[in-house]
């Protein structure tokens, strides 16, 4: 009789896998009607490729959520939330390429240019990242046409030199140097991984149409746990298995990157990255329980295996 009352004052507790198993379903759904194949085929089959190759889809949930949290709703925020799978997807496709990372498996599949050749890799990677801005564009709907221009806006400055291409120039400029500074191995990832993970939380704030204060708590949210991901990713590549990542593991060793284990051992990377998740969950304090799904996904960023 106890444990029946005690059930039934308890708040429910929040349940994570289920929330991104949801959410995935109705990203995965948007993303397969979000291209139709037209001539010419080839290269609406490369783009469909990469970008319906499955993945943790963690960008555009982070969107919704965010737009949800702040006021917004899902239909608001899923043309950016595909349009922020098909700038990461792009990024993705053009890393694996022979001059880049020249990797062979993505998501548990061979590369985009192993299928379709480097030249079709590159224009599917264009034709992605062209369509991203497209989709925001034409596909919004009931957010007022200024908060479309800033998202816009938003993942420009994201994808561009001061983003995700910054982040990369500097990372293919540090392989072979494992001796570059925590500062540097920082600007890369803060760069390369964390401002797209900013975008995604950033851009459904701004859709639901937040506060600037709203904004800018969520956006520090959004850098710690940029950095925490970057961490655990460095630590998996050590430590998981090749099917486990879906993709080869130990190339940042054998690239001899450096990475936050190189600098700091597993151990306080570990650390470090629990630190960041934890700062970020401290963020949302004033949210109360709408923001569990936020402090799900941080929590899920140090605990993942793959
Ligand atoms: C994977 O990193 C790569 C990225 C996170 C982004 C790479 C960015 C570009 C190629 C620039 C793309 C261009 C535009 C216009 C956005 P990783 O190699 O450390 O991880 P991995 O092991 O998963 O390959
Ligand atoms: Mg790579």
């Not at 990372?101 to 224009?123: C, E, W």
């Not at 900013?198 to 708590?217: C, E, F, M, T, W």
Request: a negative charge; one cysteine or more.
């Amino acid at each position: 009789m106890v444990q029946a009352d005690k059930k039934l004052t308890e708040p429910k507790k929040f349940d994570l896998n289920n929330y991104l198993k949801q959410k995935k379903v109705l990203v995965e759904q948007a993303l397969d009607s979000s291209i139709a194949i037209a001539r010419p085929e080839k290269i609406y089959e490369a783009m469909r490729y990469s970008l319906l190759a499955g993945g943790k889809r963690l960008r555009p949930i982070l969107c919704l959520a965010t737009c949800e949290l702040t006021g917004g709703t899902i239909e608001m925020a899923m043309p950016t939330a595909c349009a922020l799978e098909m700038i990461h997807t792009m990024s993705l496709i053009h890393d694996d390429l022979p001059s880049m990372d020249n990797d062979d498996f993505r998501r548990g599949k061979p590369t985009n240019h192993k299928v379709y050749g480097d030249d079709i890799a590159i224009l599917a990677g264009d034709g992605l990242l062209a369509y991203a801005f497209e989709y925001v564009a034409t596909q919004t709907q009931n957010v007022k046409a200024e908060n479309i221009i800033k998202v816009v806006a938003c993942l420009g400055h994201t994808v561009g030199a001061a983003g995700l291409v910054g982040g990369q120039v500097l990372d293919l400029e540090s392989e072979g140097k494992p001796d570059i500074t925590a500062e540097t191995l920082s600007f890369i990832h803060t760069h390369k991984t964390g401002a797209l993970l900013n975008a995604s939380v950033v851009s459904g704030a701004i859709l639901a149409d937040a506060q600037k204060a709203d904004i800018n708590r969520l956006s520090n949210y959004a850098q710690n746990i940029g950095l925490a991901f970057q961490i655990i990713d460095d630590i998996l590549d050590i430590t998981a298995t090749d099917e486990q990542l879906g993709k080869t593991a130990g190339k940042d060793l054998e690239a001899q990157k450096a990475t936050y284990p190189s600098l700091w051992g597993l151990e306080k990377s570990r650390f470090k990255a629990q630190e960041l998740v934890d700062s970020a969950i401290a963020e949302l304090s004033t949210y109360g329980a709408k923001a569990e799904p936020l402090r799900a996904v941080a929590k899920y960023i140090v605990t993942r295996d793959r």
